[in-house]
C-alpha cells in the first residue's frame, strides 16, 4: 500500500465504504464534493503506485494527510446506530456486506 503524503492521500482515505457500511453512509451524508475529492486523491495515488513513483516533493509539502474529513461523521453515524440498536429500531439503510 502507498505511503500517505507521498501518494496524496489523506488517512481517511484508506477506510473502505465497501466493507463498513458506517463508512459509506458517512460518505453520502458528507455530500458529492467530498466523495469527488476523495475519489480524485485515490485515482493521484493507483496512478503513482503503477508508475512506481511519488508525488512531486513540491506537492508533498502541501498535502494534508492528517486532514481528517471522514471521521467526524462517521463517529456520529456510529453513535446513532448505537442509539437505534438500544432502542430496538433497524438501520435506515442497507447493512449487507457485498
Known amino acids: 500500500a ?11 482515505d484508506l477506510i473502505d465504504p465497501d466493507m463498513d457500511m458506517d463508512a459509506r453512509e458517512a460518505l453520502r451524508r458528507l455530500g458529492p464534493e467530498v466523495e469527488i475529492q476523495r475519489n480524485q486523491r485515490l485515482k493521484r495515488a493507483l496512478d503513482l503506485s503503477m508508475k512506481h513513483v511519488d508525488l512531486d516533493p513540491k506537492i508533498q509539502k502541501v498535502q494534508t494527510p492528517f486532514n481528517n474529513y471522514l471521521h467526524g461523521m462517521l463517529e456520529q453515524v456510529k453513535m446513532e446506530n448505537a442509539e437505534r440498536q438500544e432502542v430496538g429500531t433497524p438501520t435506515p439503510y442497507n447493512r449487507q456486506l457485498p
Do not use: T
Open 2 to 12: 502507498p505511503h500517505p503524503p507521498r501518494a496524496g492521500l489523506r488517512y481517511d
